[in-house]
Structures are given as C-alpha cells and as structure tokens.
C-alpha cells in the first residue's frame, strides 16, 4: 500500500499504527512528534491506537518550543 | 555555513517580538539551501499558544499550515525564530532540551538591549552552535 509522508509515496507491506509508522521512519523523540492524518491532528496519546490505510495522507513536525528561562 | 535574511524580514521579526513583547513570540523559516547556506525566501509568523514571557510553544496547526505552504512554493523548513524579551540571545537550557532537528537553525532574538540582537544556532544533541548570519 501507499501512503503520503510529508509530501512523499511511502510503500508500506501492511497497516501500521502511528507508532509503529513513526518507528519505520525512524522518528527520534516520538513523544515530541504531532501527526496530521487526512488533516485530522493526531495527539502521541493516539499514536498506538490509530492506523493509516492506503491512500492516506500523513505529515509530521516536531514539537516546537522553548524558552528563555 | 550561514543563513541569509533579508533586511526586510530581518526588520519584521524585530518588530512582531516587539509587539509581542513581553511575551515570548515565535515563527518558522522557510527557503532553500545552497550549498551549506541557507536561504531565507518567507517568514511565517506563528501564535505562542504559551503566551508566556518566558517559554514558547508552536501551534501545531499553525506549523503545519506553513509547512504546507513551504511545500507549494518548493520551499523547505529552515528553521525557526523566537525572541527572549529580557535575556541574551542565546540557546537556553530548555531551548536546547527541546531542539529535536539536528538539521535546523534555530535564531534567538534578544530584545534585552535597546538595539536587539539577533543570532543564529544549530543545536544538535544539547550542544548549541552559532554560524553566522547574514542580513542582506
């Protein structure tokens, strides 16, 4: 199956979660990782529990933030 | 190695952190490499859903949208900016703690002094690096 990662066709033999997708590529700092699924956000706390299907459309960032403390 | 800004964009984020001031304000870097240098072809000026005068955090929905945008123009993500209204420019230990792209800069915009200053930092594994900026 395909999907779009970032703008990019990813070839995938399977369904895989977020978490699992995140581990394919090879993501440091998963925590810190915010997903777009079809332009639904999804939160780490639903990594594990949501899966991507052919045809999807998945971005990804890294948190952003700090400060001057 | 040195990132390139206009005097324009150089003069905006000076004066969005000031507006925003004293509240920590933040945004992202998009435009092209060439070479080792990086290019900066558009500013996106970005909510601090802390807004706090001291942290700063991006909006996901906001980053997303400027990354999309950099994509429609060929642009890559540079970066990101934030100001640290009353301290030095320079990486703090929670900007460092949270610098998670190795392949980024990361510019700190002290307004501390009455001339703000304005540095540029790649941060790799807790280490923060200055390389020059160019303003142009």
């Known amino acids: 199956m395909i999907i779009t990662v970032n703008g990019d066709n990813v070839s995938l033999t399977k369904e895989l979660s977020l978490a699992e997708l995140i581990a394919f590529l090879q993501l440091d700092q998963p925590d810190y990782v915010t997903l777009l699924v079809n332009d639904r956000l999804i939160y780490p706390s639903e990594h594990k529990s949501t899966y991507v299907k052919d045809g999807d459309t998945v971005e990804y960032l890294y948190y952003m933030g700090g400060g001057q403390a | ?136």
């Open chain 2, 1 to 136: 190695m040195a990132i390139y800004l206009t005097q324009y964009d150089y003069d905006a984020i000076i004066e969005h952190a000031k507006q925003e001031a004293p509240l920590e304000a933040c945004g992202l870097l998009g435009g092209e490499y060439r070479d080792s240098d990086a290019i900066v072809r558009r500013v996106y000026f970005l909510k601090n859903t802390d807004r706090s005068a001291e942290h700063f955090s991006m909006d996901p929905r906001e980053q997303f949208g400027a990354v999309r945008n950099m994509r429609e123009h060929g642009w890559k993500l540079l970066g990101n900016f934030h100001s640290h209204p009353a301290t030095p420019a320079r990486p703090s230990e929670e900007d460092k703690r949270l610098a998670f792209d190795g392949t980024l800069r990361y510019l700190i915009l002290s307004l501390k002094a009455a001339q703000p200053v304005l540095k540029s930092f790649r941060i790799k594994d807790g280490e923060a690096t200055e390389e020059e900026l160019q303003i142009i």
